[in-house]
């Protein structure tokens, strides 16, 4: 897959999620989740796995994977860019 830029990704946590933060602050190894993190929660990594899902086309129901990748955008932006381009970015 391409590589997805980290405004392209910032925008989808916007959209998608209550931040608790400044957009402006997070970088690509600001935490999602946890202590020091964006204050993600549950409700929140659902909506982002349902808007990866329709962006992207992948299937997202591995709660381990979804764990993984949404460390920081960071570890989401490797993952989409291991995944095989067997879909059209709408």
Known sequence: MP???LKTLKG?????????TNIDGIDEST??????????????????TVALEKK??????DPET???ILQNLGTLRAWLASQPVSFQNP
Not at 32 to 48: E, I, R, W
Not at 56 to 61: H, P, R, T, Y
Request: aromatic share 6%; proline share 5%.
């Open 31 to 48: 935490p999602l989740f946890g202590p020091n993190s964006v204050g993600l929660d549950s409700l929140d990594a659902l909506q982002m």
């Open 56 to 61: 992207f086309g992948i299937i997202l129901n």
């Open 66 to 68: 979804v764990r993984k």
């Open 12 to 20: 989808m946590l916007v959209e998608n999620c209550m931040l608790k």
């Open 3 to 5: 590589d997805v830029d």
